[in-house]
């Protein structure tokens, strides 16, 4: 789509703000947990479904709505997403029971699902081939830097202000990205029918295999983590990986796969999901466990706590 190079650049630094937020908002909440476990008299077990929560949603919708922004909408997807992150992340500021905290981390979670299926896709569609590379290089900058700055950015505001700014901060920032990309976004107001039919062809089956699969290896952690469980943990998590693994193989079958078939048949792209995936449950281990060993045990505060862990993620950038 031919546009000004003024408002792609525009349009590039809206979508890179909504990034950093998103991952700001994410590395800053595994900081919270000890906080959080101590003001709400909830269990660490607990807290840590707090993260988890969000990650299950994310995952689990990450390529529903990536797939879902192809055939109606990127631009749409994208700032209704940001929309329900605001909402979700106000839900979770002023939450006054757990309950409510899980609540308010799905909504946000599907919020941050919907930003981060289409931002690429959003920079594909508005840069040209010579300057898509570094476009795309951007965004992955601006996450970069919400990665690494936000377990020190979560430190300061739990220190001098309260856990629950981490979530409040989003509010009014996440406002003025808002107003700024409904300015410079083209819209497409999708039809009725097409709305119906992309409903109505979507691959519920697989997503329902997928979501479940998901589910159950998550919550397998629970009795893996009980002394006299470990046989009925080890059996659930079997159990969602056969769901999962399922779901991949009905999703190629369907008639609307959510996945691209031929990127499921080439080998370098598997290659690489597959030790991005080590790679990433290697350090959500670090990044869940890592604040309550310090914060908890160590005895040290939550802001030099944050200046550590940010130490690991500027040597893994």
Not at 50 to 63: E, Y
Not at 108 to 127: D, E, H, R, T, W
Not at 157 to 162: D, E, K, R, V, Y
Not at 286 to 313: D, R
């Amino acid at each position: 789509m031919t546009m000004p190079r003024a408002q792609r650049i525009k349009i590039l630094i809206v979508l890179g703000m909504m990034s950093l937020l998103t991952a700001l908002s994410g590395s800053s909440t595994n900081l919270a947990m000890p906080k959080i476990s101590a003001d709400l008299m909830i269990s660490s077990s607990a807290a840590t479904w707090i993260v988890s929560i969000g990650l299950i949603t994310t995952s689990v919708l990450l390529v529903m709505f990536g797939h879902i922004g192809d055939l109606v909408s990127k631009n749409l997807v994208f700032l209704i997403g940001e929309m329900v992150f605001i909402v979700g992340s106000l839900l979770t500021g002023i939450a006054p029971t757990y309950l409510t905290i899980l609540a308010g981390r799905v909504i946000q979670a599907v919020g941050s699902a919907m930003i981060m299926a289409n931002s690429m896709g959003i920079v594909s569609q508005y840069f040209p081939d010579a300057n898509r590379a570094e476009a795309l290089a951007v965004i992955s900058m601006f996450v970069s830097v919400g990665s690494i700055s936000g377990p020190a950015f979560g430190g300061i505001l739990i220190t001098w202000a309260s856990w629950r700014w981490i979530y409040l901060f989003n509010v009014p920032v996440g406002l003025l990205i808002v107003f700024a990309g409904m300015r410079l976004l083209p819209l497409r107001r999708p039809a009725t029918g097409e709305i119906k039919q992309v409903w109505g062809n979507a691959n519920w089956t697989g997503q329902n295999l997928f979501t479940g699969g998901m589910i159950l290896t998550f919550a397998s952690g629970y009795w893996l983590q009980q002394p006299t469980q470990h046989l009925l943990g080890f059996l659930i998590l079997a159990g969602g990986a056969i769901l999962t693994l399922l779901a991949f193989i009905q999703d190629q079958r369907a008639k609307s796969p959510w996945i691209a078939p031929a990127l499921m048949h080439n080998p370098d792209y598997l290659i690489s999901v597959s030790v991005l995936l080590i790679v990433m449950l290697v350090n959500s281990v670090s990044n869940i466990l890592l604040p309550f060993y310090l914060q908890s045990y160590g005895g040290i505060s939550a802001f030099e706590s944050g200046l550590l862990m940010m130490l690991q993620s500027v040597v893994m950038l």
